[in-house]
């Protein structure tokens, strides 16, 4: 075989490697999102606190997934209260008011059209549908308005949400999105986020620095602000990568904790809420983060199965002869 045809053969060997690991990772990267837009109580009425993994808009649902999933087919998934860390803490419980709150995107969506909640698909993998809109009745979850109430007591002023990594993949935690109102005058106006790392308990947590590759230190302050007097209401798209000064991202299978802390009312009793809440962020291939991929995207290549690692290492190493003998 003349050097010619090696050179040709060789091309049309890289060629076909390329096109099937093309197929084998199609699809264009995007944001992910994991949020929830109601509320569910822990107990028999609405001040027992709120619980659940029942996140009901969920952008990475994948009915034939390639690869590790989570609950539900999905690669992330997110619980709040004693479903989110050791201590459980979760707030007052369920405000059914539908004269506040329950609006169109998670945080600032203003900042991104790509929050608005329409535009993010439900957990089953359906059209993205706002649940207890505002002025939606009747009240109340899963069908009516529904947002997370926080008064003045030290457990009822706290609540714990935690985001967890199902796929194979690293995933950048960029935002943590959420509405806040101050209810009132009397009301908490003051809300920090803190980091939880759950170090020896069940919900071990591991959100890490890009910069250092060490877990973000636990109660870690990420967000401190007070709204002023209220009523009151702000969307926050809250840039992890902007308090911490680097990515942070969750390895495959790892979670990341958080505790919502409101202060600063004037009596006791008062209310505060928090609606709207959703994580968002980005898969990559490795911890460099520099390679992003959509896992719902990723696919074998038709009619191969568990033939594909066959093939590409053939093509290699008959690539690898040709080339040896281009040599001699």
């Given at each position: 075989?003349?050097?010619?045809a090696?050179?040709?053969?060789?091309?049309?060997?890289?060629?076909?490697?390329?096109?099937?690991?093309?197929?084998?990772?199609?699809?264009?990267?995007?944001?992910?999102?994991?949020?929830?837009?109601?509320?569910?109580?822990c107990?028999?009425?609405?001040?027992?606190?709120?619980?659940?993994?029942?996140?009901?808009?969920?952008?990475?649902?994948?009915?034939?997934?390639?690869?590790?999933?989570?609950?539900?087919?999905?690669?992330?998934?997110?619980?709040?209260?004693?479903?989110?860390?050791?201590?459980?803490?979760?707030?007052?419980?369920?405000?059914?008011?539908?004269?506040?709150?329950?609006?169109?995107?998670?945080?600032?969506?203003?900042?991104?059209?790509?929050?608005?909640?329409?535009?993010i698909?439900?957990a089953?993998?359906?059209?993205g549908?706002?649940?207890?809109?505002?002025?939606?009745?009747?009240?109340?979850?899963?069908?009516?308005?529904?947002?997370?109430?926080?008064?003045?007591?030290?457990?009822?002023?706290?609540?714990?949400?935690?985001?967890?990594?199902?796929?194979?993949?690293?995933?950048?935690?960029?935002?943590?999105?959420?509405?806040?109102?101050?209810g009132?005058?009397?009301?908490?106006?003051?809300?920090?986020?803190?980091?939880?790392?759950?170090?020896?308990?069940?919900?071990?947590?591991?959100?890490?620095?890009?910069?250092?590759?060490?877990?973000?230190?636990?109660?870690?302050?990420?967000?401190?602000?007070?709204?002023?007097a209220?009523?009151?209401?702000?969307?926050?798209?809250?840039?992890?990568?902007?308090?911490?000064?680097?990515?942070?991202?969750?390895?495959?299978?790892?979670?990341?904790?958080?505790?919502?802390?409101?202060?600063?009312?004037?009596?006791?009793?008062?209310?505060?809420?928090?609606?709207?809440?959703?994580?968002?962020?980005?898969?990559?291939?490795?911890?460099?983060?520099?390679?992003?991929?959509?896992?719902?995207?990723?696919?074998?290549?038709?009619?191969?199965?568990?033939?594909?690692?066959?093939?590409?290492?053939?093509?290699?190493?008959?690539?690898?002869?040709?080339?040896?003998?281009?040599?001699?």
């Amino acid at each position: 075989m003349n050097k010619v045809a090696i050179r040709g053969l060789n091309g049309t060997l890289l060629g076909v490697l390329c096109v099937l690991l093309t197929f084998a990772q199609s699809g264009s990267a995007e944001d992910s999102f994991v949020g929830f837009q109601t509320f569910s109580n822990c107990g028999a009425n609405n001040n027992s606190g709120v619980c659940g993994t029942n996140a009901q808009s969920n952008s990475t649902y994948d009915s034939s997934p390639v690869g590790s999933i989570g609950p539900g087919d999905l690669y992330l998934t997110a619980a709040l209260g004693v479903d989110a860390s050791s201590a459980g803490r979760k707030g007052r419980g369920q405000n059914q008011n539908n004269a506040f709150l329950n609006g169109e995107g998670f945080g600032n969506e203003s900042g991104d059209p790509g929050r608005l909640i329409v535009n993010i698909t439900l957990a089953d993998g359906s059209p993205g549908e706002r649940i207890g809109a505002f002025g939606t009745s009747p009240q109340g979850a899963p069908n009516g308005t529904s947002s997370w109430k926080f008064s003045t007591s030290v457990n009822e002023r706290t609540g714990d949400i935690r985001v967890t990594n199902h796929s194979d993949y690293y995933f950048r935690l960029q935002f943590i999105n959420f509405d806040a109102r101050v209810g009132n005058a009397n009301a908490p106006t003051n809300l920090e986020i803190k980091y939880l790392a759950g170090d020896g308990t069940a919900f071990d947590n591991a959100l890490t620095r890009k910069d250092t590759g060490a877990e973000l230190v636990d109660l870690n302050n990420v967000y401190n602000n007070d709204f002023g007097a209220g009523p009151v209401v702000s969307n926050v798209s809250l840039s992890l990568g902007g308090v911490t000064g680097t990515q942070v991202y969750l390895p495959p299978g790892q979670s990341a904790g958080f505790r919502f802390v409101w202060t600063a009312s004037a009596t006791n009793g008062a209310e505060s809420q928090l609606d709207n809440i959703a994580f968002q962020g980005q898969f990559f291939e490795t911890a460099a983060l520099a390679v992003e991929v959509n896992p719902a995207a990723v696919t074998p290549v038709p009619g191969l199965g568990g033939a594909l690692a066959w093939l590409l290492s053939s093509i290699l190493l008959g690539f690898g002869m040709l080339k040896a003998r281009q040599l001699r």
